[in-house]
């Protein structure tokens, strides 16, 4: 093979490397779902719609799921002192996976007034499959903590899944009946919605593919110029 056709070969090769890796990567939904939610409260049951927005990004060998409110729930017939609100949550697991997931947050950054909705912050947990596949998160109860007393809010309309991730599990086992491992932990504060995992591993893997090809381009030009020169 002539040095100009080794040349265009090689670099084919690396753009299309560099195609294969970007179609690898995989899938992610995600919807902002409005959910009724019946709370039954110290002082009487009280209804709020709220849409709800769950989004993942990979972590090690799990995923960090991270659930938000964009309107308050339930009310104190009292203020809320800084940090007298403690909330959690859990997200409904289907698809490929079953079970719940905890979530949890921060308590409450500043005082709430009274007969005012509560204002949930991002709750977070890590979600770590068992099994590959597409799996759907689904909001769950709340639940909130404060001044001694508890309020389970429990959604009533059956909302449908906010997101639906195609998860790989430690070692690539295939999807299947068993259920996840899950646990919670406190999110910072705010409104913080990170990239979903597959989204922001495909990020990843457009970097790699582009490297490949850069890799086989300077391969073309290094061996353009030793033709160059060994013909001088």
Request: glycine letters at 12%; one cysteine or more; hydrophobic letters at 35%.
């Amino acid at each position: 093979m002539s040095y100009p056709k080794r040349t265009f070969a090689l670099a084919s090769a690396a753009a299309l490397a560099g195609s294969a890796v970007l179609l690898a990567a995989p899938a992610a939904h995600a919807d902002v779902v409005d959910v009724n939610y019946r709370c039954q409260t110290p002082i009487g049951v009280k209804s709020a719609l709220s849409p709800i927005d769950i989004r993942g990004v990979k972590s090690g060998s799990g995923y960090r799921i991270t659930m938000s409110w964009q309107k308050g729930v339930s009310s104190s017939p009292v203020e809320l002192g800084k940090g007298a609100m403690s909330p959690s949550a859990t997200i409904g697991l289907g698809g490929a996976d079953s079970g719940t997931l905890a979530v949890s947050g921060p308590a409450n950054a500043a005082a709430i007034p009274a007969n005012t909705p509560i204002k949930i912050s991002d709750l977070s947990g890590t979600y770590t499959p068992k099994k590959s596949g597409k799996v759907t998160f689904t909001a769950g109860t709340l639940t909130i903590r404060a001044l001694g007393t508890t309020t389970t809010c429990t959604p009533t309309n059956s909302p449908k899944a906010s997101l639906t991730l195609d998860v790989t599990a430690p070692g690539g086992a295939s999807s299947g009946g068993s259920s996840s491992s899950a646990s919670g932990g406190s999110s910072s504060g705010g409104r913080q919605l990170p990239q979903t995992g597959p989204e922001d591993s495909a990020v990843a893997l457009g970097t790699l593919g582009g490297t490949v090809l850069l890799a086989g381009a300077a391969a073309a030009l290094w061996l353009t110029r030793r033709n160059q020169t060994a013909h001088r």
